[in-house]
């Protein structure tokens, strides 16, 4: 944003951009040229950013903005990082006007800007703003300028003005000091505070001797596999694992929110991710969303269970593949993913909790069951010996016979639980 007599140089506008979980600085400079009037965006940009083109010029024209008349050739610095989103359309909008004098240069050199433009020249929410603020902050910057719906998320980090808008007018008329920002309601903004959990192991019942294993392996994060009929209370048990588990330090809650950001997975919440997170894929995903891939590399189930919970129910209808791909991310907690245009890579400390049955029809050992011994010992092999070898902890669940149930029980609650759990963590 500097200008030199008789030579004017090109606009810059701060901006960011994700690697994996991790934001870096991005410098959006704008040039106007002499050439026909067309805008040429560079520095390996996706399909979200070539288009943003169009975006920016329609928001320009609907706010009454004059668009320059001339080539616009608009870079993203460092040039030789491959970059997505739809993020860079506000910054592209306010890099345009400073560079046809529309707006003051000096006004943006102490601001962050993140948003993207509608036709109409509103800002819409995107995604990856938690770790793109953190990247603010490690750079030294103290302001950031984002969509209305995302200051929550912005706001996750500690001693940055986050300044919130709902369009590019807004935008411009702060700038220029023609009105004083507003700041959003507190009491009106989403949040994720902490709620109580409406699973419980107080409903868990005949299983006393199960829940001393449960507590036993949150209590150190064991891997744990779970042996039963169908009906015995496997998938209930998993389901109130997260509650018992300790409580996430403020580190933890944004390495987990930071992954939710990325993936998209925080529109509509706002706020730092407090409860460890739980994941129940299905047993036909596949590979690459079990553990991160697609076009773009983005996290999969074991980085968005990362801090908490991996339930793989019915273990052994998985395909032998994807269950493989788990050897290494158990064993590092991290897993990379490498595509032809990204390589990333995300963190994946999880807790793997399977459960399965212990034959194809599920009631090996009594009468009902019809399996050949060939025919169990096929199905347990579908778990391979590297898998079974990481599961710290395997265990026979028993059925519960219906007749013994009583209304008037009253089990040991999550709370109780927990509170043995945190003295556990507390005494390694």
Known sequence: MNRKEGMKVASIVKSFAIAGVDGYL???ETKTICGQPMISIVGLGDTAIKEAKERVESALNNEDFTFPQKKVVINLAPSDLKKSGSHFDLPIALGLLIETDQLNPKKMEAYGVLGELSLNAKLRTCTGVLPMVIAAKEHGMKNIIVPRENVKE?????????????????????????????????????????????????????????????????????????????????????????????????????????????????????????????????????TNSLIGGGNNAIPGEISLAHNGVLFL?????????????????????????????YT???????????????????????DRCRCSDYEVIKYRQKISGPILDRMDIQKNVNPVDFMELSKDFCGRTSKELRERVEFSKEAI
């Open 26 to 28: 991005v410098d959006v």
């Open 313 to 341: 129910d019915e273990i052994a209808e998985f395909s032998k593949n994807s269950l493989e791909a788990l050897r290494q991310p158990m064993e590092d907690q991290v897993v990379t993913i490498s595509r032809v245009k």
């Open 154 to 286: 912005a706001s996750a980090v500690k001693g940055m003005n986050v300044y919130g808008f709902n369009s590019l007018k807004e935008v411009v008329d702060f700038l220029e000091e023609k009105k004083e920002y507003i700041e959003l309601d507190k009491e009106s903004m989403p949040t994720n505070e902490k709620k109580a959990y409406l699973l419980d192991f107080k409903d868990v019942q005949g299983q006393d001797a199960m829940i001393e294993y449960i507590v036993i392996a949150a209590s150190g994060g064991h891997n744990l596999l779970m042996l039963g009929t169908p009906g015995c209370g496997k998938s209930m048990i998993a389901k109130r694992i997260p509650t018992i588990l300790p409580s996430m330090t403020e580190e933890e809650a944004l390495e987990v929110t930071k992954i939710y950001s990325v993936a998209g997975l925080l529109r509509g919440k706002q706020s730092l991710i407090k409860e460890r997170p739980f994941r129940a894929p299905h047993h036909n995903a596949s």
């Open 344 to 366: 990333n890579t995300y963190p994946a400390n999880f807790m793997l909790v399977a459960a399965m049955n212990p034959c194809p029809c599920g009631y090996y050992g009594k």
